[in-house]
């Protein structure tokens, strides 16, 4: 059973998650309205990813037999200088996530909760891997600079990507 500190704590993850989702949204109707359909796309599934991440968080509060409770989500920003300033926010936010992940196995920690650090484990690895991936195209863009075949080809790379359901070991 979760404490009401874990619970809420897991909660507010939750709230999160589902704030990244539309954060990434709104950036990938920026990258669809620019004419970025790749990078639109890589958008998309980021999307998908953290409304997969919100779930785990909320099939596993009712797990532990507590109660799930859903906040407002504010409105994201839509408009950005560029396609790098736009990646560059999407990293701020993912090592945002990384320090309230950080936090919320902080509070496992001293609730005493083992079971939550476990599930934590997942997600604090999932963490690594999005500032990784966000931070190669940050990179990237950084480096094409204004170019437009840069632009084209990074945007044709992005589009390839696939939507593939993350996976905790065992499942």
Partial sequence: MLTDKMAKALNDQINAELSSAYLYQAMAAYFEHLGLRGFAKWFDNQVLEEMIHARKLYDFIHERSGRVVLEGIEAPQHEWES????????????RYITSRINDLARVADEEGDRATQIFLQWFISEQVEEESSVG????????????????????????????????VEGE
């Fill in 136 to 167: 190669e195209i940050v990179d990237q863009l950084r480096f094409i600079k204004e170019s437009p075949h840069g632009l084209f080809m990074l945007d044709r790379e992005l589009g390839q990507r696939k939507f593939t359901t993350p996976s």
């Fill in 83 to 94: 396609p790098l300033a736009a990646f560059e926010a999407a990293l701020k936010h993912e």
